[in-house]
C-alpha cells in the first residue's frame, strides 16, 4: 500500500509538472481526493501547476467548489503559499523565456490571475523570510526588471535613428525638385510613390514606438 501511494504521488505529481491536463482531469473525475494529495513538500498539483505556469490545470480551482479554498490555503515547508511559489519560480521561467519585457508581462499577468483565487489574507501573508506574497515576486524579478528597462531604451535609440532618417528623407527627395516649378521630379512615377508611403508609414510607426516607450518608462 506504501509503495502504492508513492508511485501515485509521483505520476499525478509529474502530470502537473508537465502540463499533461487530460490525465489530471481523469484523476481527479475518478478520485477527488487526489486534488488535496501534497508532495512531500506541502504542495498540491495545483501548486505545482501554478510554479511551472500550466494555465488549464490552474484553471480547475474553479470548477471545484468549496475544496478550492483548502487547496488555497497549503502551504510548503518555508510557508510560502501558491501566490508566494508565482515569485518564487519566475527565475526559472526567465531562463527559458526569450525577451525579458514580453517575459515580465506575463510574470505580472500570471501574479495577478493567481491572486485573484487567493482569499484576502493570504494576499498579505508572510512566509518564514518574513516576505510578503509580493515582496518575494518584486525581489525575484528584480534582474528581469533592470534587463526589460535596458531593452526598451535600446528599441528608444534604434526608434529615435528611424524618425530622424525618415524625417530628413521627407525633405531631400530621390531626384531632387524641379527648378522651375518646384515639385519632385519623379513626383508622377509609381516608385516614387511607394517611396513616399513607405516613409511616412516609417515615420508614424516609429513615432508611436517612440511614445509607448517613453510613456512607459516614465509610468515606473
Known amino acids: 500500500m506504501e509503495l502504492y501511494q508513492i508511485l501515485l ?18 484523476l481527479i473525475r475518478t478520485y477527488p481526493d487526489l486534488m488535496l494529495l501534497e508532495h512531500e513538500d506541502g504542495l498540491t498539483v495545483f501548486h505545482i501547476a501554478v510554479m511551472h505556469r500550466h494555465q488549464d490545470i490552474y484553471n480547475l480551482l474553479y470548477e471545484i467548489g468549496s475544496t478550492r479554498n483548502d487547496i488555497c490555503t497549503c502551504n ?32 505580472l499577468l500570471w501574479f495577478k490571475d493567481v491572486e485573484k483565487m487567493m482569499p484576502p489574507y493570504l494576499r498579505e501573508a508572510k ?28 528599441c528608444m535609440v534604434v526608434a529615435t535613428l528611424i524618425v530622424t532618417v525618415a524625417f530628413a528623407v521627407a525633405f531631400t527627395v530621390p531626384g531632387g525638385y524641379n527648378q522651375d516649378h518646384g515639385p519632385p521630379i519623379f513626383i508622377h512615377k509609381l516608385t516614387f510613390l511607394v517611396f513616399v508611403i513607405e516613409d511616412v508609414v516609417s515615420l508614424i510607426s516609429s513615432s508611436t514606438s517612440l511614445l509607448v516607450f517613453l510613456c512607459v518608462l516614465t509610468s515606473r
Open 9 to 26: 504521488e509521483y505520476y499525478v505529481h509529474m502530470a502537473a509538472k508537465m502540463g499533461n491536463t487530460r490525465f489530471i482531469v481523469e
Open 127 to 154: 512566509n518564514k523570510d518574513g516576505q510578503t506574497p509580493y515582496e518575494l515576486f518584486a525581489k525575484e524579478n528584480e534582474d528581469l526588471v533592470s534587463k526589460g528597462l535596458k531593452w526598451m531604451k535600446d
Open 76 to 107: 510548503d515547508k518555508s510557508d510560502n503559499n501558491m501566490l508566494h511559489l508565482v515569485g518564487k519560480t519566475s527565475k526559472e521561467m526567465a531562463a527559458k523565456t526569450c525577451g525579458a519585457s514580453l517575459l515580465m508581462q506575463r510574470e
